[in-house]
């Protein structure tokens, strides 16, 4: 963890930068999705579900880890459980057909 004593450039740090940095709080650190995209996973009960549909889980394991961490973050972001649960039926559906999510995939470059 970063901390202002092992900064690379404390010198540069001014004091004003140094007191805010001594007074951020951890509850308020990692709060952004980009943050937390590296952390996503899907609950126990979704990740049973999926690991059950064997085609679609050893098509998704054979994709990239960013695809991965894309479309995990996209399904257990979702605040209501109906929406979760859509995600990754459609998620599901997509890996059965062995085809990407199109609208989490980046367009093919020419």
Do not use: N
Not at 13 to 42: M, N, T, W
Not at 73 to 92: D, F, G, H, M, N
């Amino acid at each position: 963890m970063l901390t202002s004593a092992t900064a690379p450039d404390r010198k540069r740090i001014s004091p004003a930068g140094l007191k805010a940095f001594a007074a951020r709080s951890d509850d308020r650190s990692v709060i952004y999705s980009y943050e937390q995209r590296k952390h996503a996973q899907l609950d126990p009960a979704d990740d049973k579900r999926f690991r059950t549909k064997a085609k679609a889980w050893k098509f998704f394991q054979a994709q990239p880890p960013g695809y991965r961490q894309i479309t995990l973050c996209w399904v257990s972001s979702a605040k209501k459980p109906e929406t979760r649960q859509r995600r990754l039926a459609r998620l599901i559906d997509y890996s059965i057909q062995e085809k990407r999510i199109p609208r989490l995939t980046p367009p093919e470059t020419k």
